[in-house]
């Protein structure tokens, strides 16, 4: 096995690289990409209180697989993995560079709990858009290397949450690591007559955006992982795992004594919530 250091050297002093904290961000619509309004300028006062990253990793609800991948190009493109959307949306590009050596190094960390089975290396995917449409109003000049580990369908949130603290040593050496979701998350109940009425959810997403606050803020992780047993109101804010898996890995990725800063935390059209948190300094 190659030395972690060797293969992951980016520069002569690893031990100057800021500490990064982890991040769970609530990316709502793809136009969030290029609209104004007050989520967008809460990723973007977000990004006043971070250090540049040497790199950023992204577990985006849309790159949903059998088994566990990692980005590994060079050049990443943008995905622009939706329809319906207004051109200037398609025309949007985030240059981000790739890194295929953190892809490597991150292989090597997570291999050892996946074996048999091996993490793959990915050359096709790229950035979806829940990584660029948020890291975009973070490092608007794409001056930070991306790359993104997909979410296996498969397995179930207690291995999520074990395979993202395999992860944390990147933390150590300036990773900022992100999960990009939504706590609650069902479009087949959207209310679109009431989509810019403020902060505004069904009595069941209001209770279960209350519940899981409650429970994040006590850092009482066992019913989030186990969030298929809460009852009426989880099922409701989680009928489908995609978008609330990405919270369960920057959970992993908390270490003792970090508090949790919550922000965007507001409802939208009935079914939705923009809440995001932060980990760390």
């Given at each position: 096995m190659q030395n972690l250091n060797d293969l992951y050297n980016w520069s002569s002093d690893l031990k100057a690289s800021p500490k990064?904290?982890?991040?769970?961000?609530?990316h709502g619509s793809p136009m969030n990409a290029i609209e104004e309004n007050e989520f967008v300028k809460g990723f973007r006062n977000l990004a006043t209180t971070l250090a540049t990253p040497r790199a950023i990793i992204c577990i985006s609800a849309h790159?949903?697989?059998?088994?566990?991948?990692?980005?590994?190009?060079?050049?990443?493109?943008?995905?622009?993995?939706?329809?319906?959307?207004?051109?200037?949306?398609?025309?949007?590009?985030?240059?981000?560079?790739?890194?295929?050596?953190?892809a490597k190094y991150a292989k090597i960390l997570?291999?050892?709990?996946?074996?048999?089975?091996?993490?793959?290396?990915?050359?096709?995917?790229?950035?979806?858009?829940?990584?660029?449409?948020?890291i975009k109003h973070l490092y608007p000049n794409a001056n930070v290397p991306v790359i993104q580990i997909s979410i296996d369908y498969s397995k179930p949130p207690i291995h999520h949450f074990e395979l993202a603290q395999k992860l944390?040593?990147?933390?150590?050496?300036?990773?900022l690591i992100i999960g990009s979701g939504n706590i609650v998350h069902n479009l087949r109940m959207v209310d679109w007559a009431n989509f810019d009425k403020d902060d505004y959810g069904y009595d069941w997403a209001i209770e279960a955006r209350a519940t899981i606050n409650k429970l994040l803020m006590e850092e009482n992780y066992t019913p989030l992982i186990n969030y298929q047993d809460q009852g009426a109101a989880f099922k409701l804010a989680i009928p489908?795992?995609?978008?609330?898996?990405?919270?369960?890995?920057?959970?992993?990725?908390?270490?003792?004594?970090?508090?949790?800063?919550?922000?965007n935390d507001k409802l939208m059209a009935g079914s939705l919530s923009m809440t995001s948190l932060k980990i760390g300094n």
């Open positions: 990064m904290p982890v991040l769970f961000l609530g790159w949903f697989t059998q088994g566990t991948q990692i980005t590994a190009m060079e050049k990443p493109p943008t995905i622009h993995d939706f329809t319906g959307f207004p051109s200037a949306l398609y025309e949007v590009e985030y240059p981000a560079k790739g890194d295929p050596q953190l997570l291999d050892p709990y996946l074996a048999p089975a091996m993490t793959e290396l990915d050359e096709k995917w790229g950035l979806d858009h829940g990584a660029w449409s948020v944390q040593k990147l933390r150590e050496k300036g990773v489908s795992p995609d978008h609330y898996l990405p919270l369960i890995y920057t959970l992993g990725l908390q270490k003792k004594g970090e508090s949790i800063h919550l922000f």
